[in-house]
């Protein structure tokens, strides 16, 4: 059964770089059948899909977002990565990654997420 | 960007109501659409791909309908687990987005 666990710290100062992980058990990171999103949710509001990474290393991100982040993978912790640079309380959210199968259109499964707020 | 709507935002009913959710995408999504489910506190999980498909384990009271721009996702007879803000989403072209979400309460 894949499971994905988000981690990363709750808080950051505005202007700094949030930088979240999801490690990834029961599929690998590296599989050419998966592809690796991360969707955020603002408290109480809908969800934004943030980029896609994948099993060659590419990446696809949102255009609202880039500039501002980045997604990598490491194999040998079978493990996502995502950083948000210059982040400002509007990227306050709770952060979700999730898979996506080849041949499929859909994310599942998702992480639990982890809340990250924005503040001084 | 596609964007998604959905109607109606919020919507109150009984068990074993027949309940119907529209999600209408700004632009063609062929048949790249997906219905999410959400409980306060969880993640979301999908219920229906590729407009109709019902995913595995996912009750049969759920199906999904629509072409092109407009589509529906219909529970059958409303159960207390049913709870929660459906989504829809289009995985036509990226940026992928999601609706707003219908909230159904009892």
């Known amino acids: 059964q894949v499971q994905l666990q988000e981690s990363g710290p709750g808080l950051v100062r505005p202007s700094q770089t949030l930088s979240l992980t999801c490690t990834v058990s029961?599929?690998?990171?590296?599989?050419?059948?998966?592809?690796w999103s991360w969707i955020r949710q603002p408290a109480g509001k809908g969800l934004e899909w943030i980029g896609r990474l994948y099993s060659s290393g590419a990446t696809f991100f949102n255009p609202s977002l880039r500039g501002r982040v980045a997604m990598w993978r490491d194999s040998s912790k079978n493990q996502l990565s995502l950083t948000l640079k210059s982040v400002t309380a509007a990227d306050t959210a709770v952060y979700f990654c999730?898979?996506?199968?080849?041949?499929?259109?859909?994310?599942?499964?998702w992480g639990q997420g982890t809340l990250v707020t924005v503040t001084s | 960007d596609i964007q998604m709507t959905q109607s109606p935002s919020s919507l109150s009913a009984s068990v074993g109501d027949r309940v119907t959710l529209t999600c209408r995408a700004s632009l063609s999504v062929s048949g790249y659409i997906s219905w999410y489910h959400q409980k306060p506190g969880k993640a979301p999980y999908v219920l229906i791909a590729?407009?109709?498909n019902l995913q595995s384990g996912v009750p049969l009271r759920f199906s999904g309908s629509g072409s092109v721009t407009d589509f529906t996702l219909t529970i059958s007879s409303l159960q207390p687990e049913d709870f929660g803000t459906y989504f829809c989403q289009q995985s036509y072209s990226v940026p992928f987005t999601f609706g707003p979400g219908t909230t159904v309460d009892f």
């Open positions: 999730a898979r996506t199968s080849h041949g499929s259109n859909f994310f599942a499964p």
């Open positions: 029961g599929a690998s990171v590296t599989s050419d059948d998966y592809y």
């Open positions: 590729s407009v109709s």
